[in-house]
């Protein structure tokens, strides 16, 4: 539409030290690129209970680390063999490494984690299956609850598109405006896109199917328009508008008048947040929100 989306304020996005599946194959990328000699360690089995899923990874190069395998002594004897490899010569072939996880490690988990050892090239890269994304995020609203979505969002493997009009109406950063600023812009992860605009209802179109729409912005009247274009779809997986009971009444009322089918209306959640982690500080809002987003993927 009418704002020019980016990922960050300045310059191209660069592969960061989060902890999500695509920010740890860009940064294998990049070193890969680079000339890193660098070790693969990735959960290859699991039984019982142990901290990671299978195929977790983690980079290990002699002076830094990216990525988990469950942390603890696990985590530390797993560094330990990679170095030793990669001082030693990494072999062509990998290989794995049983651990169980009790007294000798100093957990109790109680299960047992294989872990396969790797060196990074472009056999290894190529066949690093990324996951998707859990969810899509289509966010409108940048004052402070949003903004402390965000900062959640941004350890979250998911995609988001940031959306407000403020920040298109302003040729500058204004702080008084309550809009993020440029340090906060500009250190976004690659998965989150900033999304200046005229008409924020009109962005929902271009939305993927699925998505999950989160509707907060700074006016009553710019929500209802959102939170309609969003009902008219109906392809969505999540149509969240924050506010009171009573907004929520008022809102069914109008949407209903404006001709939105009865069944469709029952799809909008508001007020957002799992209702048991009570709290208006945007932080609070912002982790009720997020953990129901969570929620709703699980189910």
Request: glycine share 8%; aromatic share 4%.
């Amino acid at each position: 539409m009418s704002g020019t989306a980016h990922s960050t304020a300045q310059g191209a996005p660069q592969p960061s030290d989060r902890l999500t599946p695509r920010s740890l194959h860009a940064s294998a990328s990049r070193w890969f690129a680079e000339g890193r000699a660098a070790c693969i360690v990735s959960v290859d089995a699991i039984r019982g209970s142990t901290p990671r899923d299978q195929d977790a990874r983690m980079l290990v190069v002699l002076d830094e680390v990216r990525g988990t395998v469950g942390g603890g002594h696990l985590e530390w004897r797993a560094i330990d063999l990679a170095r030793q490899a990669l001082r030693e010569g990494m072999p062509a072939e990998g290989w794995t490494h049983t651990f169980p996880l009790g007294p000798t490690l100093g957990q109790c988990c109680g299960g047992v984690v294989t872990l396969r050892f790797e060196v990074l090239s472009a056999v290894t890269l190529a066949a690093w299956h990324v996951p998707p994304p859990r969810f899509h995020v289509e966010l409108h609203g940048a004052g402070h609850v949003g903004q402390a979505i965000v900062k959640l969002l941004s350890d979250l493997d998911c995609s988001v598109r940031w959306i407000d009009e403020r920040a298109d109406d302003l040729p500058e950063w204004d702080a008084q405006a309550g809009l993020p600023d440029p340090a906060m812009l500009a250190a976004l992860p690659e998965h989150i896109t900033w999304l200046p605009t005229e008409a924020a209802e009109r962005e929902v179109a271009d939305a993927p199917a699925d998505a999950c729409h989160l509707v907060l912005t700074h006016r009553h009247d710019l929500d209802l328009k959102i939170i309609d274009a969003v009902l008219r779809r109906a392809d969505f997986r999540f149509a969240g508008l924050i506010g009171s009971q009573t907004k929520r009444a008022r809102f069914l009322h109008r949407l209903a008048e404006q001709g939105i089918e009865p069944d469709t209306l029952e799809r909008l959640t508001c007020p957002i947040g799992l209702p048991d982690i009570q709290g208006k500080e945007p932080a609070v809002i912002a982790i009720a929100v997020v953990a129901q987003l969570l929620a709703e993927h699980a189910a």
